[in-house]
């Protein structure tokens, strides 16, 4: 039976984006020798989640209540009523740092980089020594693609704080993003080292591991993440193309009829199926998964690439 070329297509499906909580990042598929048809973004790469704790300071009850209630309003998409809520905090205690944390992200959600910029750096002015506040405005600095600013604070961060493991996951996110990949190793190692076996620095680990071509660990560190977070798809969709990419198409296609199972309208994960379909030869299966995802993709960008691998495999049937 023939075989189509398709030189590193999975990769490129599944490790061609590390994309952080920063944001979306741009990647650019090779063209392959016989044209085939790109593939498709994926959703945003796991990011260690950052404590939602005020960052600590002596506050009255009142201020404590007040900064909780403007935190939920954040959570709740309410962000005008947080803003006038962190504004009454700051005009009654113009040195509540965590005020103007809490503040700044909620403009940044606004996008209004300037306004939530002022807010983290008077934060920072008032609390230098706060590797919390410092790793907050790394993380804005890098969701706006300034990798320098962000860089510098999370290592100021890890100055301050030599164990704040989140401040090394976040700085191992950009060095991924940047392309360097060992050090990028090196600070999630450190993460783990520090807090153990936390689900997201595998998943992240294992993405950089794909990135770099490693898929042996890259399937190590998914089928870690899987075992702390058995409910997720994109861990069963990572080990997938991880599986694919080795060759072991069985065991990919397992992996990702686990991830459609849990998450059965999502149209990403059935262009992977219909690329791992077309790999074994499964024609109109592979066909049936993009006709699939034209159904779900709100991307036009997705639905072009579909169409794409439904006319090549009408074209080449065998």
Same mark, same amino acid.
């Given at each position: 039976?023939?075989?189509?070329?398709?030189?590193?297509?999975?990769?490129?499906?599944?490790?061609?984006?590390?994309?952080?909580?920063?944001g979306? &990042?741009a990647?650019?598929?090779n063209?392959?020798?016989?044209?085939?048809?790109?593939?498709?973004?994926?959703p945003? !790469?796991?990011?260690?989640?950052?404590? !939602?704790?005020?960052?600590?300071a002596?506050?009255?009850s009142?201020?404590?209540?007040?900064?909780?209630?403007g935190?939920?309003?954040?959570e709740s998409?309410?962000?005008?009523k947080?803003?006038?809520?962190?504004d009454?905090?700051?005009?009654?205690?113009?040195?509540?740092?965590?005020?103007?944390?809490?503040?700044?992200?909620?403009?940044?959600?606004?996008?209004?980089?300037?306004? &939530?910029l002022?807010?983290?750096?008077?934060?920072v002015?008032?609390?230098?020594?706060?590797?919390?506040?410092?790793?907050?405005?790394?993380?804005?600095f890098?969701g706006?693609?300034?990798?320098?600013? &962000?860089?510098?604070?999370?290592?100021?961060a890890?100055?301050?704080d030599?164990?704040?493991a989140?401040?090394?996951?976040?700085?191992?996110?950009?060095?991924?993003?940047?392309?360097?990949?060992e050090?990028?190793?090196a600070?999630?190692?450190?993460?783990?080292?520090?807090?153990?076996?936390? &689900?997201?620095?595998?998943?992240?680990?294992?993405?950089?591991?794909?990135?770099?071509?490693?898929?042996?660990?890259?399937?190590?560190?998914?089928?870690?993440?899987?075992?702390?977070a058995p409910?997720?798809?994109?861990?069963?969709?990572?080990?997938a193309?991880?599986?694919?990419?080795?060759?072991?198409?069985d065991?990919?296609?397992?992996n990702?009829?686990?991830?459609i199972?849990?998450?059965?309208?999502?149209?990403?994960i059935?262009?992977?199926?219909?690329?791992?379909?077309?790999?074994?030869?499964?024609?109109?299966?592979?066909?049936?998964?993009?006709?699939?995802v034209?159904e779900?993709?709100?991307?036009?960008d997705?639905?072009?690439?579909?169409q794409?691998?439904?006319?090549?495999?009408?074209?080449?049937?065998?």
């Amino acid at each position: 039976m023939k075989k189509i070329n398709i030189p590193s297509i999975l990769r490129y499906c599944v490790f061609g984006f590390l994309v952080l909580a920063l944001g979306m &990042a741009a990647c650019s598929s090779n063209a392959s020798p016989t044209a085939l048809p790109e593939t498709a973004t994926i959703p945003a !790469t796991k990011e260690i989640a950052e404590s !939602t704790a005020t960052p600590a300071a002596t506050v009255s009850s009142d201020f404590q209540q007040k900064m909780e209630e403007g935190k939920a309003l954040i959570e709740s998409g309410e962000i005008e009523k947080a803003i006038q809520t962190f504004d009454q905090i700051i005009a009654s205690d113009p040195q509540n740092a965590s005020a103007y944390v809490q503040r700044a992200i909620a403009k940044s959600i606004q996008n209004d980089y300037e306004a &939530a910029l002022a807010d983290f750096n008077k934060a920072v002015e008032l609390r230098p020594q706060d590797a919390i506040i410092v790793n907050f405005r790394g993380n804005f600095f890098a969701g706006y693609g300034k990798y320098e600013e &962000a860089l510098a604070d999370f290592d100021r961060a890890i100055l301050l704080d030599p164990n704040y493991a989140s401040a090394y996951v976040n700085r191992a996110n950009i060095y991924a993003d940047m392309g360097e990949y060992e050090k990028a190793l090196a600070d999630y190692n450190k993460a783990l080292e520090l807090k153990g076996q936390l &689900a997201d620095i595998y998943y992240n680990r294992g993405t950089t591991y794909g990135l770099m071509g490693q898929f042996d660990k890259a399937v190590e560190d998914f089928r870690k993440y899987i075992e702390l977070a058995p409910d997720d798809p994109w861990g069963y969709y990572r080990l997938a193309g991880a599986y694919a990419e080795l060759g072991d198409l069985d065991t990919a296609l397992f992996n990702i009829n686990k991830a459609i199972e849990i998450l059965p309208d999502e149209a990403e994960i059935y262009f992977l199926r219909g690329l791992i379909y077309a790999q074994k030869r499964l024609v109109s299966n592979a066909i049936a998964d993009f006709q699939k995802v034209i159904e779900l993709s709100e991307s036009e960008d997705l639905d072009a690439q579909a169409q794409e691998w439904i006319t090549f495999l009408q074209s080449n049937p065998q």
